[in-house]
């Protein structure tokens, strides 16, 4: 596929973002339950840290954000999970799904795709549950899955459809859990349909995918630094408290 040869000049030198995407959702549970420990939590920390240790350190919770102005929630909650079984399904999938995304569309495009998702699947939980605490990265998964449906199905051909439905089958798969599970499942759709749209206008045609590298590039270092400078402000939000 000439698309693909195309999409993989963009890749991050010697690293996958995807795997660093799981080392982040990986040191930020460590640190979580290390806390929890410290304060005498024990095995609970592990298994289901209790909200307020998750809300310090950086689940969603839209009072805090609206009064308090603390925006970075909006992105540090994707980083941040209710225990190891929760942590343990989402980076599963993530390492599922997000690998050949990667080599796919290229870094820049998944880590927009990615931050996109996350912050549209937050939104849809402001207007579901407003005053409920949310954590984990599935919104950020669901956009990922979302966008593959969509844009492998634009793709075509039988590559196109078996990636297509592979995916598919992720999603519904995802949703079963989220409602066996009580999860989130505003943020799910709200970062699937976030997905689904970003994977119906992304270029195709490798003319296309040219045009708007550039623009793809500036928007994933500007992803980058604000993931960073929010994960940067939950340590920094203890002291201004």
Not at 50 to 66: E, F, I, N, S
Not at 134 to 155: E, W
Request: with cysteine.
């Amino acid at each position: 596929m000439n698309a693909q040869k195309f999409f993989l000049r963009n890749r991050l030198q010697g690293y996958s973002l995807v795997h660093i995407l799981i080392y982040a959702n990986l040191i930020l549970f460590t640190l979580t339950v290390l806390h929890g420990t410290v304060i005498g939590l024990g095995m609970s920390a592990i298994f289901s840290p209790p909200t307020q240790l998750l809300v310090h350190w950086g689940a969603q919770y839209w009072p805090l954000v609206l009064n308090n102005g603390e925006w970075w929630r909006c992105l540090t909650y994707a980083y941040t999970h209710g225990g190891i079984i929760h942590l343990g399904f989402n980076m599963m999938v993530l390492y599922q799904v997000g690998p050949l995304l990667e080599s796919e569309i290229g870094w820049t495009r998944l880590m927009t795709l990615y931050t996109f998702s996350a912050l549209i699947a937050t939104l849809a939980g402001l207007f579901w549950h407003p005053s409920t605490p949310v954590v984990g990265a599935s919104g950020a998964i669901f956009g990922m899955i979302g966008f593959s449906i969509s844009f492998y199905h634009r793709v075509g051909g039988s590559l196109g459809i078996q990636r297509r439905n592979f995916m598919f089958q992720w999603a519904m798969m995802a949703f079963v859990f989220g409602f066996v599970i009580g999860a989130d499942n505003a943020a799910h759709l709200g970062g699937a349909l976030a997905g689904v749209g970003l994977g119906w206008i992304m270029p195709i045609s490798i003319r296309d995918q040219r045009k708007t590298e550039n623009l793809f590039k500036g928007a994933a270092y500007l992803c980058c630094l604000l993931t960073a400078v929010s994960l940067i402000f939950i340590p920094i939000s203890w002291l201004l408290r």
